[in-house]
């Protein structure tokens, strides 16, 4: 696989806009969209939408708590529900605020997995039980993996969850929903981790007989790993090129050193349960050559500022876990050290040329706006239909209405009986 990587990074560049050619100079996203007065409007119009969804969202799943004494399988098929509105949400916000294209490809191993829609979106044919995993570029990578699961067949955006760092679970409103959500929190320290990661895991691999469970009986599963631990930046290439010759191993130029003992342990446990590690390497347009993407694309440059990546680029293979060798925790790190490698070869190819080197097969002759043909997907992150954003909003308002019902019918019979006497 290495060998083929090299031989891609030598090809010539894909013709065509932004493929290839130079970038140009200053902030990728180019300049400054947005004034200060209407920056402070999108910012103020950004948190209006979020919170409400998010309060709207929590208050759903407050109030579904009941089922989880009364019908455990009903419970987790209406968190799905739940998670799914966020899903809604993330896609949302992007659409709106900060719209980017997106070019999805993939290698052979993903042969006939990305399709595209008449309408432009695309559609992936994913398994509903996958482990995910990805290099961490910047701080909002995860909202292109929820909005990934979004676009599968069957849609994955209730089965996603998140392994992310405990600080977060203690967020008011937000922190509430993600444990609800079942994410995995981790302090970083492997020997308090496991237990807590063993126990989600183990629930993970429960067999339900719910609404929202797979044909086996298992409920769909998109479980998101970033092995870096954390984004790639100056500080963090940093330290991990400080480890690699601490170690004697050979460093990266685009990825940090991938931690193994955690997606060691997760794929020990899943074992039998998962078939396949749905690889992605994911790249922004316009970064030049040791610039870092946390700096260019901050929350306030792509929602506030108007300057979202000229593109999000998603290349994506296939891995089987039963070619890996999980009976070894060194064999393991050296299985994935190897993986990473491969990927920043062609994270390598993507600065070069702007874009991925990719497998025809892998997206079915998808044929691009304007009739251009290219090895990748070009669609961008938005809803299939705009009303699904009322879906947001139903469970609450279906419970508001019920509350007057009976708000109502129960007035009517104290009316009725002081009129008795």
């Not at 980017?100 to 559609?123: C, Y």
């Not at 600065?351 to 251009?372: Q, R, T, Y």
């Not at 009517?412 to 002081?418: A, F, I, Q, T």
């Amino acid at each position: 696989m290495e060998t083929e990587l090299r031989q891609r990074v030598k090809s010539p560049p894909i013709s065509g806009i932004a493929l290839g050619e130079e970038e140009p100079k200053g902030h990728p996203g180019g300049d400054i969209k947005h004034g200060a007065a209407a920056q402070i409007l999108r910012l103020l119009l950004f948190i209006i939408y979020f919170n409400t969804c998010c309060c709207s969202i929590v208050a759903t799943q407050f109030f579904g708590v009941p089922l989880y004494w009364l019908n455990r399988d009903l419970y987790y098929a209406y968190i799905a529900l739940t998670k799914q509105s966020f899903g809604i949400v993330v896609t949302t916000l992007t659409q709106w605020w900060a719209p980017t294209p997106v070019r999805v490809s993939g290698d052979a191993s993903v042969a006939g997995q990305i399709k595209k829609t008449k309408d432009g979106r695309v559609e992936l044919d994913f398994p509903e039980r996958v482990v995910l995993i990805g290099n961490h570029q910047i701080y909002s990578d995860w909202l292109y993996f929820w909005w990934a699961a979004y676009t599968n067949t069957p849609p994955m955006h209730g089965h996603i969850y998140i392994i992310l760092k405990e600080s977060l679970k203690w967020v008011p409103v937000i922190g509430w929903g993600m444990m609800f959500y079942g994410f995995i929190f981790m302090s970083r320290k492997m020997a308090t981790d496991q237990p807590r990661l063993a126990h989600r895991l183990q629930k993970l691999k429960t067999v339900h007989a719910g609404p929202m469970s797979g044909t086996s009986g298992l409920d769909p599963m998109w479980l998101l790993l970033f092995p870096e631990g954390t984004n790639l930046s100056a500080n963090t290439r940093k330290k991990s090129a400080a480890w690699a010759e601490k170690q004697g191993i050979k460093d990266f130029q685009h990825v940090l050193l991938p931690r193994s003992t955690g997606t060691f342990f997760c794929l020990n446990e899943l074992k039998g349960t998962v078939d396949y590690v749905y690889d992605c390497t994911v790249a922004y347009g316009g970064i030049p050559r040791g610039e870092y993407g946390q700096d260019l694309f901050s929350l306030r440059s792509m929602y506030f500022q108007g300057r979202p990546p000229p593109s999000v680029n998603m290349h994506w293979r296939r891995l089987a876990i039963a070619d890996m060798p999980l009976d070894d925790p060194e064999k393991f790190e050296l299985w994935l050290r190897e993986r990473w490698h491969e990927k920043d070869l062609l994270l390598e190819h993507f600065v070069e040329h702007g874009s991925f080197p990719s497998d025809k097969a892998a997206i079915n002759g998808a044929v691009n706006e304007g009739g251009a043909k290219h090895d990748f997907v070009e669609t961008e992150v938005k809803l299939g239909h705009w009303y699904e954003v009322f879906n947001i909003f139903i469970m609450l308002a279906t419970f508001a209405l019920i509350a007057n019902m009976l708000a109502r019918i129960w007035s009517k019979s104290l009316w009725g009986r002081s009129s008795l006497f």
